[in-house]
């Protein structure tokens, strides 16, 4: 179960690590907004930073909240990205994309030289798997994409926003893939999906993180180098 004071101290103890001038990441979803939230605050007390978003949402909370935006079109090398996860292994390796922000997420990601994940103690897992794999995927002739997608093995369900398939910010659908009982390599696996035509992005973040914040229901959040 997800619990939201673990999400609050892991995000806060997330952003006592940013340091003057940092070029920032900033991510997505509910743990990441504490985050930002915090930092909001610290840079009301006159810390001077600049982030750029990972999704429309956060983007709008960093603005209204005075945070200087970096242009995407400027992105080049951030200091640290810090974001969420719905499922980390021990490896720190991820499935990330509950929100929708996959696309972004990876990008920012990569560009930055440290990515620190901010997790509550729910999201540790043995195996990724259990939470389906967000895929992104062309709005454009959708079910060839499916179909190639299946010979793969790879089946879910196109995530809907109340009767409307959702839409991502880059105008993509998200093929919420179920893997569950997939008990392959799963790496291998995300080199094919990957190859097919009109698969935008998956949500696997491999060898990303650097470190994890890991909230605890008590209200306590501990950050490590490894799991
Ligand atoms: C958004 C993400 C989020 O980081 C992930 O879904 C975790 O979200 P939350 O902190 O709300 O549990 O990948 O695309």
Redesign the pocket.
Known sequence: M?NDKG?RAAGYKAAELIQPGMQVGL???????YFIEKLIQRCKEGLKISGIA??KKSSDQAKAGGIPLIDPSELGILDIDI????EIDVKMQMI???????FR?KIIANAAKEMIV???ES?LVKRLGKHPL?IEISSFGTPSILKKLENLGVKGILRKNSSELYKTDNGNYILDANLENYSGDLKQLDYKILAVPGVIES?FFWNLAKKVIIGYEEGHAELKDNL
């Not at 990330?96 to 996959?102: C, I, N, R, S, V």
Request: glycine share 28%; no cysteine; charged share 25%.
């Open positions: 997800s999400k991510g997505t979803g509910s743990t990441a907004y990972t999704s974001d969420g996860a719905d990330k994309g509950g929100g929708g922000a996959l997420e901010v997790v509550d999201k967000p949500g």
